[in-house]
């Protein structure tokens, strides 16, 4: 009874560590609860020692794509499968081949680790919906470029081959952070042939599902979140140490983010260099109150990039606020709306208009990289008012990652003894009009 006592209070405190350093955005995205990679493999052909297959990897997070230097998969092979060939990606090691005498397969790993091809690839080495550089597009920004695939020839099976599914599937994209499940069984992929005149069946297609979690990347935030409003001369800067804490002198420029490699590098020598703030984030995001007009309200969100190694190519912000459940129009972004799933709060995604703004330029000694745009929405009359911090946002993520957002009690607010600023009605300023001009007249 004891030994049985004493078992359950381990339990009991090895869940209430995982609870206390796994966040809900760290373990679960409720802003994007069905966000995953799916990798698919379909097998559409036997050959006489194995199967040729066709991998697709699949990115259905709305606003995580997958960046330089690209996806990465591997898994372990339950027998002893060779790959013969491969087109529209490469396995990074051949390994040992040295027992076959008068074919070299392209990889003999039993764990091989495969990479996509970059779309200047000749064209023998290529196959349908391949060789983007291992670039995945998030699927609310753009579905068409959210998925890549490549074609395997596996062998080494025998004439009569007990086929079974790869295992331990790993996904880098880039660095670590995603957990894969077991690759499975499933529904043959049926696809469109003929220009969607006849539909073709795989023979056997196997799925696993991948997701991500900042808990498993243990990666220290990216961005931070400040705030400005045109009522209150105060500016909320991002909070201190948001991203790590500044160990460097006040005149120092350049700091390193120690630990954390910059994601366009494999070495972990490759530091980030960020310029030296207090709250030692490469990305911080503005969120400023402009304008409030009668029907309307105006805002204007930047994006800095403190980076002095890296661009941010394809960038995207979400924002999570009630005020986008009325139309709004952002001038120089991109945006859509995001199911909210239940939340009170609308959610809104932008992201940089192609061959303008929709790459963050890297930080130098004399400016910051930085995009920006002004935001109108329309009010609506019965929720809107400028107290209490309502036309602050109450989430941001960039690029996937929650923002250090500051703490509420330090808003900007509306000056003492002002409950609201609201604009003139449009009736009065005409009355005004009016009176001034008849008294001119009378001159």
């Known amino acids: 009874m004891g030994s049985l006592v004493s078992r359950v209070r381990s339990l009991a405190l090895m869940l209430i560590s995982l609870i206390s350093v796994c966040t809900l955005s760290d373990c679960f995205d409720p802003l994007d609860p069905n966000g995953n990679i799916t990798v698919t493999f ?38 002893n499968e060779i790959i013969w060939s491969m087109s529209g990606a490469f396995a990074t090691t051949q390994g040992n081949c040295s ?29 349908d919906d391949c060789c983007k550089g291992g670039l995945l597009a998030a699927w609310a920004i753009k579905p068409s470029n959210s998925f890549s695939s490549f074609e395997m020839m596996v062998g080494n099976l025998g004439a009569n081959p007990n086929l079974q599914a790869p295992l331990n599937l790993t996904l880098v994209a880039p660095g670590p952070g995603y957990t894969c499940g077991s690759v499975e069984d499933t529904d043959p992929t049926v696809s469109s042939d003929i220009g969607g005149k006849r539909q073709v069946q795989a023979y056997r297609t196997w799925k696993s599902t991948c997701t991500y979690s900042s808990f498993v990347a243990n990666q220290a935030p990216i961005c931070c979140v400040s705030l400005s409003t045109f009522y209150n001369p105060k500016i909320t800067s991002c909070p201190s140490c948001s991203c790590g804490c500044r160990e460097a002198g006040k005149n120092t420029v350049s700091c390193i983010r120690e630990g954390y490699p910059a994601p366009q590098s494999d070495s972990l020598d490759d530091d980030d260099i960020v310029q ?61 709306m995001l199911p909210s799933y239940g939340f009170s709060d609308e959610v809104a995604l932008f992201w940089g208009i192609e061959y303008f703004n929709n790459e963050l330029v890297k930080a130098d000694k004399d400016q910051l990289g930085s995009v920006s745009t002004q935001i109108l929405l329309k009010k609506d009359l019965d929720s809107f008012t400028l107290g209490n911090g309502w036309a602050l946002p109450r989430r941001l993520y960039f690029n996937g990652d929650s923002c250090q957002m500051p703490p509420p009690d330090t ?32 001159l």
């Open 42 to 79: 379909d097998i559409n052909q036997w050959t006489r020692d194995g199967y040729v297959a066709r991998v697709t990897i699949q990115n259905y997070y709305q606003y995580r794509h997958v960046e330089k230097p690209g996806w990465k998969v591997g898994w372990t092979w339950a027998n």
């Open 99 to 127: 027992s076959f005498k008068f074919q070299t397969p392209h990889s003999c790993q039993k764990s091989p680790v495969i990479a996509d091809l970059t779309p200047d690839a000749l064209p023998e080495n290529r196959t």
């Open 276 to 336: 030296c703030t207090d709250h030692m984030c490469p990305i911080q995001v503005h969120w400023h109150v402009m304008k409030n007009y009668f029907t309307h309200w105006k805002v204007k969100l930047t994006i800095s990039n403190y980076n002095h190694r890296r661009n941010y190519s394809n960038w995207n912000v979400l924002v999570q606020h009630p005020g986008f459940s009325q139309h709004s129009t952002a001038y120089s972004f991109n945006s859509t």
């Open 411 to 442: 808003f900007p607010m509306l000056p003492n003894g002002s409950s609201s600023l609201k604009p003139a009605h449009p009736f009065f300023l005409l009355l005004i009009y009016l009176t001034f001009k008849t008294l001119l007249t009378r």
